[in-house]
């Protein structure tokens, strides 16, 4: 449940419909609210097509990006554009910096002519930069080696420099949510994150091979990511910067134990992980700043109920899931 179906109905701009976070958004919006949503894209029939697909047909606009006009009006704007998996990060190379404020100036454009509009922008907690040897809280600092940038960097750089034109607009209602892991029945299984390995692992009943290094992660489940917009569009307009997070993390240790036990996990620990580490090497990374609590935000899941959950419905859609394997509990 998304919660806060009461929110009083708005007209949304969602751009870039077609990024998985924004689908699931959209799917939790559509059952739990009457919100008016006018979704851009670059490639508008593929978001007409998906919403056939999820059977939204003709409930949504969707538009190409050339039709979004400061003459509309719209009571929000949510900004998804951006890369989705490490792969696409490493891909996109330094043209993130160009992507990223192009559509961040779409949105400064509409804004400042409608200054009672919100604008919601999709951050990342890599904007405090690579080093995660502790979790972030209210008083980290950013870090970045200005002296020695490397191609891991610029994903997060492109989302500091974003927040940073933000908090300059301090007269205007701009909300960045930093995400530092999201999980999904809708996640690209090719994708090259731990979890998706695990969850290939699993499905393909192959063998894991990962490394023996210690990290901790937090994976907010669609639900509270809709809970957590949600609270920031009925709380009072604001300009302010906030951490997205689950009810609890969960260690690395910990998440192969589970899924061994709840999944069949096989699994191996060797001296090298073989994942893709487009923004840095993060043991930590993850948030103990809670300030979206402050706008009403409470989430419901933990990182392993958000894991477990989503898992179940991936694997039972692929036919690679018996409730014999384990009690979920």
């Not at 689908?23 to 919100?35: E, N």
């Not at 998906?50 to 990006?65: A, E, I, K, Q």
């Not at 899941?301 to 509990?329: A, P």
Request: aromatic share 10%; net charge negative; hydrophobic share 45%.
């Amino acid at each position: 449940m998304c919660g806060l179906s009461f929110l009083v109905p708005m007209k949304i701009a969602i751009l870039g419909a077609t990024s998985q976070i924004a689908r699931d958004l959209i799917q939790s919006l559509a059952v739990q609210t009457t919100h008016a949503l006018v979704m851009y894209a670059r490639r508008p029939q593929a978001v007409v097509q998906w919403l056939v697909d999820v059977g939204l047909t003709d409930r949504y606009l969707v538009n190409d990006f050339d039709a979004f006009s400061v003459d509309e009006h719209f009571d929000a704007i949510l900004n998804f554009v951006g890369v989705g998996n490490p792969a696409q990060a490493t891909a996109m190379g330094a043209s993130i910096f160009d992507v990223t404020l192009r559509y961040d100036e779409m949105a400064l454009d509409y804004i400042r002519q409608h200054p009672t509009c919100r604008y919601i922008f999709l951050s990342s907690g890599a904007a405090y930069g690579s080093s995660f040897n502790a979790p972030a809280d209210e008083n980290t600092k950013a870090v970045i080696p200005i002296n020695n940038l490397q191609p891991q960097d610029w994903y997060g750089v492109a989302k500091l420099h974003a927040e940073c034109r933000h908090r300059a607009l301090a007269h205007l209602h701009i909300v960045d949510i930093r995400v530092f892991n999201y999980f999904s029945h809708t996640q690209d299984l090719d994708a090259r994150f731990l979890i998706t390995d695990i969850l290939r692992a699993i499905r393909d009943k192959t063998v894991l091979k990962t490394s023996a290094d210690f990290i901790v992660r937090d994976f907010i489940h669609p639900s509270d990511f809709c809970s957590l917009v949600s609270a920031i569009l009925a709380a009072p307009a604001t300009n302010a910067v906030m951490d997205a997070f689950s009810k609890a993390p969960i260690d690395k240790p910990s998440l192969l134990k589970a899924m061994q036990e709840k999944f069949g996990l096989q699994y191996e620990v060797v001296q090298a992980g073989a994942s893709v580490n487009a923004t840095g090497g993060k043991p930590h990374y993850y948030s103990n700043n809670k300030c979206a609590e402050s706008y009403g935000y409470q989430p419901v899941l933990t990182s392993f109920e958000c894991i477990v959950k989503v898992m179940q419905l991936i694997l039972q859609k692929t036919g690679k899931y018996s409730d014999s394997v384990s009690n979920i509990d």
